[in-house]
């Protein structure tokens, strides 16, 4: 599968912005899909993922601020980000594996990554 981000940009504090990942090649069916930030100098983290059985589970420092959901026909992935804060600048990706029910962050590094789409949130 082939994903492509987009929706970054430029916001200030407390601002929102929503990510969309289009999958190409296949649909995002039986894959584990989530996404993914590394800020400047630092290293990936995960933000949020949905396995296969559905479930999702999202970073603590975004709870009640992002939501990740699938389009009905799995061809798209999204993340809904409100509330912004400087911290959540950094480049977005997202990506997909397909391996197991649940599928820890690790066994992302094995999948299908986009390019990434850049989040500036300035104060």
């Known amino acids: 599968v082939h994903l492509t981000e987009s929706g970054g940009g430029s916001v200030t504090t407390g601002g929102s912005l929503r990510l969309s990942c289009a999958a190409t090649?296949?649909?995002?069916?039986?894959?584990?899909i989530g996404w993914f930030r590394q800020a400047p100098g630092q290293g990936r983290e995960w933000v949020a993922t949905i396995n296969n059985n559905g479930g999702i589970n999202l970073r603590d420092s975004v709870k009640g601020r992002f939501a990740i959901s699938v389009a009905s026909d799995r061809r798209s992935l999204y993340l809904q980000m409100k509330d912004l804060k400087p911290e959540d600048t950094a480049l977005h990706y997202c990506?997909?594996?397909?391996?197991?029910?649940?599928?820890?962050?690790?066994?992302?590094?094995?999948?299908?990554w986009g390019q990434g789409t850049p989040v500036s949130v300035s104060a």
């Open positions: 990506a997909a594996v397909k391996l197991r029910t649940y599928c820890y962050t690790s066994d992302y590094n094995r999948g299908s």
């Open positions: 090649g296949e649909s995002l069916a039986g894959y584990c």
